[in-house]
């Protein structure tokens, strides 16, 4: 069976993590540090926060911006659940919109869903492809929008406009007019979950791109203290000698990342340029090639002008089936040994929501999309010969 993405763990990671475990020193400490620093230099964001997930990243800065009962953020039908319960946890709204034929949120179908409660937008980069960041910019930016947003706290105050929170859950090393994806947004929070392009098992970061007059470094030394319980100390620096007093200055958090976990990530991180990317997009333009010219396919766009993706997931789309059809069609791919997947199932089709009374008939492009979609395998140990079987099996699946 060929599996759909395992993580690829080698000696090089198995050597870091022991190394971290023998060193004495196995959560917070000198190696999330340097995880940081790496990413910091990767995506051109001088302020790097890791965290223990995507979910709890991008919960920590709704708090932090205030996001509470009353207020409403924007989030995008199709996209994984963790968008929206981390909106839910908050006490407030989300308000779903529908997506484009590519996946990315719809920027006019976002302008018509802000009202003077609309305190956050949730773009989410599915598969690694990137949002229109320029129109989703400007729009927050306009007069009329601006006039609408309705402070509620000094943040919110200072900021004077809706906060663009980008979910870049799949867009590491992803690139929008050339530049990596992390710097388009106020803030972006990616995910290194066990099944992402780059893993530590569990983890995640928040880039700082506040405008003036936010000052991101000193942002980041609160974050800090903030997903560790509002502790003034960590515990490393507890560990120095007559250093044990303390002091707790908000009840915050516990999300913070551990340094057995960043070990993985470092290594991932030194070869994720030079050997993953390079792979993943060997693997897309294959099935492109073989899929392109076949009228039963539909493929997906992952490169333009402006554009480049981070090869994260492959979303093929069949041509004139239904919902039903896919899934046989999906069940006939297994039969073969191949394993697929769908990315994702719309939030207003999940019984939480939908008995929220959101209703997937409002979102008509994010069902299209969803009815026909199947994810191929993508992966760094994904053979040539792998890549060939499972052309063969959808072909064959597909007996239209
Ligand atoms: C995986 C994923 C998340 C959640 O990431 P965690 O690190 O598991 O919290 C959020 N959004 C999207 C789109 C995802 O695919």
Do not use: M
């Given at each position: 069976m060929i599996p759909f993405s395992p993580p690829r763990i080698d000696d090089r990671t198995l050597e870091e993590v022991c190394a971290t475990l023998k060193s004495g020193?196995?959560?917070?400490?000198?190696?999330?540090?340097?995880?940081e620093e790496m990413l910091s230099d990767y995506c051109k964001v001088n302020n790097v926060l890791c965290v223990s997930s995507n979910s709890a990243g991008m919960e920590l800065m709704l708090h932090w911006f205030g996001v509470g009962p009353g207020d409403e953020v924007i989030v995008p039908a199709y996209t994984y659940c963790a968008t929206a319960n981390v909106v839910v946890h908050c006490g407030a709204t989300p308000v779903m919109v529908d997506v484009k034929e590519d996946f990315g949120i719809d920027v006019e179908a976002v302008r018509r869903a802000i009202t003077p409660k609309t305190k956050v937008i949730m773009p989410v980069d599915i598969a690694g492809f990137?949002?229109?960041?320029?129109?989703?910019?400007?729009?927050?930016?306009?007069?009329?929008v601006r006039q609408m947003f309705t402070p509620t706290n000094e943040i919110q105050?200072?900021?004077?406009?809706?906060l663009l929170l980008e979910d870049a859950a799949h867009s590491l090393g992803a690139r929008y007019h050339g530049q990596p994806l992390g710097t388009q947004a106020d803030l972006a929070v990616f995910s290194f979950h066990a099944v992402k392009n780059l893993t530590t098992a569990e983890g995640g970061a928040i880039c700082l791109n506040l405008p003036h007059p936010f000052d991101n470094e000193a942002l980041y030394k609160q974050l800090k203290i903030k997903s560790l319980?509002?502790?003034?100390?960590?515990?490393?620096?507890?560990t120095q000698a007559g250093?044990?007093?303390?002091?707790?200055?908000?009840?915050?958090y516990k999300c913070n990342m551990t340094d057995v976990l960043a070990?993985?990530?470092i290594v991932e991180l030194e070869r994720y340029d030079s050997?993953?990317?390079p792979r993943r997009k060997q693997i897309f333009d294959a099935y492109s090639n073989a899929f392109r010219n076949d009228s039963r396919f539909q493929i997906p766009t992952y490169e333009t002008a402006e554009k480049q993706s981070s090869y994260h997931v492959y979303p093929l789309r069949i041509n004139n089936i239904t919902e039903q059809q896919r899934d046989e069609i999906m069940q006939r791919i297994f039969q073969l040994e191949v394993s697929v997947n769908v990315h994702f199932i719309p939030l207003p089709m999940l019984s939480f929501y939908r008995n929220a009374g959101y209703n997937i008939q409002n979102y008509p492009v994010t069902y299209d999309n969803f009815s026909r979609e199947i994810s191929l395998p993508v992966y760094y140990n994904l053979s040539d010969q792998q890549v060939q079987t499972v052309i063969e099996a959808v072909r064959q699946a597909v007996t239209l």
């Open positions: 020193w196995i959560t917070t400490g000198p190696r999330v540090r340097k995880f990137p949002c229109d960041y320029d129109e989703l910019n400007q729009l927050v930016r306009e007069d009329a105050r200072q900021l004077g406009r809706i319980h509002g502790q003034s100390k960590d515990a490393l620096s507890k250093n044990w007093r303390y002091d707790v200055t908000e009840a915050g070990a993985i990530g050997e993953t990317l």
